[in-house]
Nanobody
Framework: QVQLVESGGGLVEPGGSLRLSCAAS????????MSWYRQVPGKERELVAS????????NYVDSVKGRFTISRDNAKNTVYLQMNSLKPEDTAVYYC?????????WGQGTQVTVSS
């Protein structure tokens, strides 16, 4: 069974940091492009960042450039999203996605709330 389990979300004050983790199992993690998405009420789910199996950054959404960092550890089958200088606008459910060709898998999401 393919599983993507996000963790690390929570409540943080503006300017703070969180590190999200996505632990993967049930497929060849090292062959997959990994991505973080987020979704807020009233908006479509948006791509935050993607990383290749080699660890090269594909892109970041403009709103997080310079603040967020995506990384992966293939030995641990885990992808991370380091989020710094968090803003209230970053509040969302964050989802982990694994992609290989036409196949994609999604995690259940983890809530990130940035508020005073």
């Amino acid at each position: 069974q393919v599983q993507l389990v996000e963790s690390g979300g929570g409540l943080v004050e503006p300017g703070g940091s969180l590190r999200l983790s996505c632990a993967a199992s049930g497929f060849t993690f090292s062959s997959a492009v990994m991505s973080w998405y987020r979704q807020v009420p009233g908006k479509e789910r948006e791509l935050v960042a993607s990383i290749t199996r080699f660890g090269a950054i594909i892109n970041y959404v403009d709103s997080v450039k310079g603040r967020f960092t995506i990384s992966r550890d293939n030995a641990k089958n885990t992808v991370y999203l380091q989020m710094n200088s968090l803003k209230p606008e970053d509040t969302a459910v964050y989802y982990c996605k694994a992609s290989r060709g036409p196949i994609a898998y999604w995690g259940q999401g983890t809530q990130v709330t940035v508020s005073s």
